[in-house]
């Protein structure tokens, strides 16, 4: 099997296997999530996650079981960049298991905020790579995992409509390792900062 249509069978066991532990929340659970959220979260990420500005990456419509991993990794200190560290570590680490799963659904139950414009030559370049990936250099198609339209699904998250300077910054963040993603780190890591401000460029017009 080739490594990368392995790489992606893991995933999807990986997706299947966070997916039903969602479905246990007690009442206690979302009360104190949609608290957090409207009290908390929401001068960062914007109401329902709908945030405005760059720096604070959009929630809404977000996948569930990618929200809960990233929760807790920023619980577990494993996501370590320097806004990671200096905005979501203090955050994330008096969530319970509980709060974080609760949270992950009020998130992915909000309806997403609209794309923006962007540069027409841009998007373009962007599109080819996001449907098509790079065959010389080895680049697998975007689409091939984080879906049509880049809705995403489970653990691969949602691109559409996010911020371009957050995407930006996290292929770099992926590409140096500052964060540990083992599976996207394989995909980006020869996607030149120009391919990655097009790719970027073309997920925020969605
Ligand atoms: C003081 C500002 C601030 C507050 C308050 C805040 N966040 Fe964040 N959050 C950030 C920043 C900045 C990032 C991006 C970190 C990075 O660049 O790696 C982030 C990232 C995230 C991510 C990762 C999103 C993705 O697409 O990978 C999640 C999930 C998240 N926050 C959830 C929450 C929740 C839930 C709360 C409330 C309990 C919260 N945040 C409160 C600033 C904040
Ligand atoms: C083999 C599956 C796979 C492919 C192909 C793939 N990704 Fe990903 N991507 C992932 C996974 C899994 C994550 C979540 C990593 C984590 O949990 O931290 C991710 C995360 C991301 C993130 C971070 C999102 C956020 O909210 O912080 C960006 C940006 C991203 N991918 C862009 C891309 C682009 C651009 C391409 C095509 C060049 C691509 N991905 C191709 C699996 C994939």
């Excluded at 979260?41 to 720096?55: E, L």
């Excluded at 560290?85 to 998130?107: H, K, R, V």
Aim: proline content about 6%; charged content about 15%.
């Amino acid at each position: 099997m080739k490594s990368a249509a392995r790489k992606l069978l893991t995933m999807g066991v990986l997706a299947c296997a966070i997916g039903p532990a969602l479905a246990e929340l007690s009442d206690i659970d979302k009360k104190e999530a949609a608290k957090l959220a409207t009290e908390t979260c929401v001068s960062c990420h914007g109401p329902g996650g709908r945030s405005t500005a760059p720096t604070f990456p959009r929630l809404a419509g977000q996948q569930a079981a990618y929200l809960e991993t990233q929760l807790k990794a920023f619980r577990d200190q494993t996501r370590a960049d320097p806004d990671a560290i200096a905005y979501m570590w203090g955050m994330a680490s008096q969530l319970s298991d509980n709060t974080i799963a609760a949270l992950a659904e009020y998130y992915s139950q909000q309806h997403p905020a609209a794309g923006t414009a962007r540069d027409a030559a841009q998007v373009t370049a962007g599109r080819e790579i996001y449907e098509k990936g790079i065959p010389s250099q080895q680049i697998p198609a975007c689409e091939t995992c984080h879906g049509k339209g880049a809705v995403g699904v489970g653990a691969f998250p949602r691109l559409a409509g996010q911020h371009a300077p957050y995407l930006f910054k996290q292929m770099l963040v992926i590409q140096n390792v500052l964060r540990s993603a083992p599976v996207m780190h394989g995909i980006v890591k020869d996607l030149t900062p120009q391919q990655m401000q097009q790719l970027a460029a073309y997920l925020e017009s969605l």
